[in-house]
């Protein structure tokens, strides 16, 4: 089940290039609250996604690591780090298993909508094989990628 609701596309979101804006649905975290996304370029990764000192639901990017990665990986990671709010890992729940978990929602979700195409999601598979730090859930990306494939 997606506990993620549309604004019917009215939210328009920022997250890739400065110079190729890209509009995203809407994300909503597990309390039903919309969830922000800002750019950030001390954070060490492409995204974290986090509540804000006022409680609300924020997910910080950095515009330096997006603009180097293509804009389908770039959407995938948009939907990875709305599933963390999502899903509820941000509100005490992360758990191990919680990554595989945000990208197998990502994929799902982006199929969903449609906006998953197979030529896309080649691209995303790619990157994630190619670029995967080591993680809690998995020790390089092609383990990333074979747990994807098979969500
Ligand atoms: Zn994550």
């Not at 019917?8 to 309390?31: E, V």
Request: hydrophobic fraction near 40%; include cysteine; charge should be neutral.
């Amino acid at each position: 089940m997606i506990r993620f609701l549309f604004a019917a596309c009215l939210g328009l979101m920022i997250f890739g290039k400065t110079a190729q804006a890209q509009s995203y649905p809407t994300c909503f975290n597990a309390q039903n609250i919309p969830v922000s996304y800002f750019p950030d370029q001390t954070i060490s990764d492409i995204a974290i996604a986090r509540n804000a000192p006022n409680g609300m639901p924020v997910v910080l990017w950095n515009p330096n690591v997006t603009a180097n990665m293509h804009p389908a990986t770039v959407e995938f990671f948009y939907y990875h780090e709305c599933a963390h709010h999502a899903l509820g890992h941000t509100l005490g729940n992360y758990f191990p298993g919680a990554e595989a978990q945000a990208d197998c929602w990502a994929k799902k979700t982006m199929i969903s909508i449609g906006v998953l195409t197979p030529q896309k999601y080649q691209i995303i598979a790619q990157q994630l094989f190619q670029q995967s730090k080591p993680g809690m859930d998995w020790p390089n990306g092609a383990v990333r990628v074979q747990f994807l494939n098979n969500c």
